[in-house]
């Protein structure tokens, strides 16, 4: 039976924290990630220059959350008034 893995909870504040006790206060990594209960190998990374998960999601999207959203609203409007737009409009307005 396989492993489960553990989930982390933590804030990108939590993150930011642990990576000031690092470079402001003299900590070790492990000893920061303990500290603010974060997953010691993604502090470390974010030490390399790593980004967040999220920024890394961002840079693959065709549109922004914000374009994301505006679309949406839109098409939920259009729809509201009886001319939903069909996927391939869709697209095209993507694209």
Request: with cysteine.
């Amino acid at each position: 039976m396989p492993k489960s893995r553990l989930k982390w909870e933590y804030t990108e504040d939590d993150m930011a924290e642990a990576i000031l006790d690092i470079t402001d206060h003299g900590l070790s990594p492990p000893q920061a990630a303990q500290r603010r209960g974060v997953p010691r190998t993604t502090l470390i990374d974010r030490l390399n220059g790593r980004g967040a998960a999220e920024d890394q999601i961002q840079l693959r999207r065709r549109l922004s959350k914000n374009q994301e959203d505006r679309l949406a609203f839109w098409i939920l409007r259009q729809e509201s008034l009886g001319y939903a737009p069909s996927h391939s409009q869709i697209r095209a307005c993507v694209m």
